[in-house]
């Protein structure tokens, strides 16, 4: 089983529609949790970081779920600009500072 | 506010050749640094950081090495190049005090 793993879309969803992906894990001692936006043939960028009481900013909700191993990110009200592939990030237990772990991504295409 | 500069953009280079990428942070002392590569396809995969001047820690064994000679620059090099080097090169940077990693704008080398 993969250490972080993502569905790779594509999600084609219309502008105004709500969309969501999870993201599971597999070390259950993971801590730190982030999702990360990667447009084409750009750098990843840190979206937000993932908080235990779930958190949110502006049009976007992230949610944990320890018990189950998994992440998610809510985006409401889609936007164009929105299009763009989504990372999910996982730091391990005790690692080092080296120790981020990315998903593959999860890509989104928002339509007019 | 911190800045993150890697160069070049774009490097084609024959097999065999050698390979030196650059990567500066400007607004910050002390930083963490990071080598990552993404191939087409995949996710991104750690292969060096740094926690401070003359310190590397390698992830993956491959014919690459990373140096830092001034706390914030972090240099990737190798002395011969092979076809699978090819990727999207990326630098980041973290506090040292935090997880969270933001990235340069990354190199595309395409080994021929």
């Known amino acids: 089983r993969k250490e972080v793993e993502q569905d790779p879309g594509p999600f084609n969803v219309p502008e105004g529609a709500t969309v969501a992906f999870n993201c599971t894990y597999s070390n259950s001692a993971s801590q730190s949790f982030f999702w990360y936006r990667q447009d084409c043939r750009k750098e990843p960028k840190l979206l937000m970081s993932v908080y235990s009481s779930g958190n949110e900013d502006g049009r976007f909700t992230a949610q944990l779920n320890r018990a189950s191993q998994y992440i998610s990110l809510l985006i409401r009200d889609s936007k164009l600009s929105d299009s763009a592939t989504y990372l999910c990030?996982?730091?391990?237990?005790?690692?080092?500072?080296?120790?981020?772990?990315f998903g593959k991504g999860t890509k989104l295409s928002v339509k007019p | 506010s911190q800045t993150i500069h890697q160069w070049p953009a774009t490097l084609v280079q024959p097999v065999g050749s050698p390979l030196s990428l650059e990567c500066t942070v400007e607004g910050t002392s002390n930083p963490n640094l990071y080598w990552y590569r993404q191939a087409a396809g995949r996710g991104l995969q750690l292969l060096f950081y740094?926690?401070?001047?003359?310190?590397i820690s390698s992830e993956v064994p491959q014919n690459l090495s990373a140096s830092r000679p001034q706390d914030r620059q972090f240099i990737l090099s190798s002395k011969k190049l092979l076809l699978s080097d090819s990727g999207f090169y990326l630098c980041?940077?973290?506090?040292?005090?935090?997880?969270?990693?933001?990235f340069g704008p990354g190199t595309r080398l395409t080994v021929t």
């Open positions: 740094s926690v401070g001047i003359g310190q």
């Open positions: 990030v996982v730091r391990r237990y005790g690692g080092s500072q080296g120790n981020l772990i």
């Open positions: 980041a940077w973290s506090q040292w005090t935090a997880y969270e990693q933001y």
